[in-house]
């Protein structure tokens, strides 16, 4: 924090609910919450959707910026067209890992990042239930997989990949019915050359689910 107020940050993004929320949360146990919003007063706050919105609203943090729908990486950098960034701080929040694409844009514009990972996807200790999957698709037994985030894509290839298996997974999830929650999650499909059938619109939950259940009852 103290780095933050002798240096601050130009910009500061908050691309989850539970991050954002998990972050504040931190700095309550801290005590260190007005100081925070004190840091972010000065800055030009971006959000990526409505779920951050609402986290900053219930702390009173004012919101400059925001993507528009879907909500994606590039609806950030968007939101951020009109603002120079050469030599200036910006905050990220990140959601589970480090977003590659939002981070190496924001430095090719010149911007130093300060990451905040308030909260990380890892893989489970017993991943034989993953293992299991990858064993019912490779055997045709999956009528249809829903992915609710992109770190399931990486991870369900990263236990495929450790058992030499990830061409019979592609295989065995292009010959099912892939739902995804949206555009995020879609894109990591295509990054192992997989087309979402269904994608949530909005990326939600609840339209994932009825969009799948109109899908297979078909």
């Known amino acids: 924090?103290?780095?933050?107020?002798?240096?601050?940050?130009?910009?500061?993004?908050?691309?989850?609910?539970?991050?954002?929320?998990?972050?504040?949360?931190?700095?309550?146990?801290?005590?260190?919450?007005?100081?925070?919003?004190?840091?972010?007063?000065?800055?030009?706050?971006?959000?990526?959707?409505?779920?951050?919105?609402?986290?900053?609203?219930?702390?009173?943090?004012?919101?400059?910026?925001?993507?528009?729908?879907?909500?994606?990486?590039?609806?950030?950098?968007?939101?951020?067209?009109?603002?120079?960034?050469?030599?200036?701080?910006?905050?990220?929040?990140?959601?589970?890992?480090?977003?590659?694409?939002?981070?190496?844009?924001?430095?090719?514009?010149?911007?130093?990042?300060?990451?905040?990972?308030?909260?990380?996807w890892a893989l489970p200790e017993n991943t034989q239930p993953m293992v299991a999957l990858i064993d019912a698709l490779e055997r045709r037994e999956i009528d249809a997989v829903a992915f609710t985030n992109a770190a399931q894509v990486h991870n369900l290839f990263a236990v495929a990949s450790d058992r030499q298996r990830a061409d019979a997974l592609r295989d065995g999830l292009a010959a099912t019915l892939i739902a995804s929650v949206g555009p995020v999650t879609s894109e990591a499909l295509h990054e192992f050359g997989l087309d979402a059938s269904i994608e949530a619109s909005p990326p939600k939950l609840g339209p994932l689910v009825t969009a799948l259940d109109a899908a297979l009852s078909k």
């Open 1 to 120: 924090m103290a780095d933050l107020e002798s240096r601050p940050a130009r910009v500061a993004i908050f691309q989850t609910g539970v991050g954002t929320r998990a972050l504040f949360q931190t700095t309550d146990s801290l005590g260190l919450t007005d100081r925070l919003r004190a840091v972010l007063s000065s800055a030009t706050v971006v959000v990526r959707g409505p779920k951050p919105t609402a986290a900053l609203r219930s702390r009173n943090v004012r919101i400059d910026l925001s993507a528009r729908d879907p909500f994606t990486t590039h609806e950030v950098l968007e939101a951020l067209a009109s603002t120079p960034l050469e030599g200036e701080r910006v905050i990220v929040q990140r959601y589970g890992g480090a977003n590659a694409e939002l981070e190496g844009a924001l430095v090719t514009q010149g911007a130093e990042i300060v990451d905040i990972p308030t909260y990380r």
